[in-house]
């Protein structure tokens, strides 16, 4: 039961190079998402997606993209990687809420982003 | 404005005593839903409970509850009977809208706290 996987767990990476963080969830959930977190920021949405081939942005979306041509995956790419962006990338994802499902989120174990 | 507000960034509690850990919120929404993670050392997200916002009673999770006042747009968590593996840190979090709106979190920056033996 492997849920839900992010690889990889650490990467090191320079200015401008881009980079992809991959989430794998296999509980079929329709929301995934992408979130930051900083240290004095909690955590904060980057993007998140109600279902395959439908994706919108959150609270920090800029320098990022994301796609979702699978259910099961939302890869996350930073496409010039910057400094700004050294942190803690979590995935997550959750069922649709109903009145007897909380929709909490699963989350990933976290990948960590070094830009040099 | 933010959204939720968890105004101590550090709390101390000995072993075996409660504690509770602050939570305001901010929304104008009627229907919203409040959920605390828990973060060990070890950086994973674990779900604690959840409260929402039509739900007449308290949550409660066994040594984890609730302290929900609507009025006080508050949602504390308390923790009863610490134990030295309740050293984390704890995030509030919330989602607006009713259960058609997804899973779109906003997080707190966080209370870290700490069990004493």
């Known amino acids: 039961d492997a849920g839900i996987t992010q690889s990889p767990r650490y990467k090191i990476t320079e200015t401008g190079r881009q980079v992809t963080l991959m989430c794998h969830q296999t509980w079929s959930h329709s929301y995934m998402f992408w979130y930051r977190q900083d240290l004095g920021h909690g955590l904060r949405l980057i993007y998140y997606s109600a279902a395959a081939d439908i994706t919108d942005k959150g609270e920090v979306p800029d320098g990022y993209v994301v796609s979702r041509s699978k259910t099961e995956n939302f890869p996350l790419t930073l496409e010039s990687a910057t400094r700004s962006q050294t942190s803690v990338y979590f995935c997550?994802?959750?069922?649709?809420?109903?009145?007897?499902?909380?929709?909490?989120?699963?989350f990933g174990e976290g990948s960590r982003l070094t830009v040099l | 404005a933010q959204k939720i507000t968890q105004t101590q960034p550090g709390m101390f509690v000995q072993e075996k005593e409660a504690v509770t850990l602050d939570c305001t919120y901010d929304?104008?929404?009627?229907?919203?839903?409040l959920f605390w993670y828990k973060q060990p050392s070890s950086g994973e997200m674990i779900f604690l409970i959840y409260q929402g916002s039509y739900d007449q009673q308290n949550a409660t999770e066994g040594r984890y509850s609730l302290n929900f006042q609507k009025a006080r747009k508050s949602a504390n968590l308390v923790i009863s009977a610490s134990q030295l593996g309740d050293s984390a840190m704890y995030f509030c979090a919330m989602r607006e809208g009713g259960v058609t709106s997804g899973s779109r979190l906003t997080f707190g920056e966080g209370t870290q706290l700490t069990v004493n033996p």
């Open positions: 997550a994802s959750s069922s649709r809420p109903t009145s007897g499902n909380t929709g909490e989120l699963f």
């Open positions: 929304t104008s929404d009627p229907s919203y839903g």
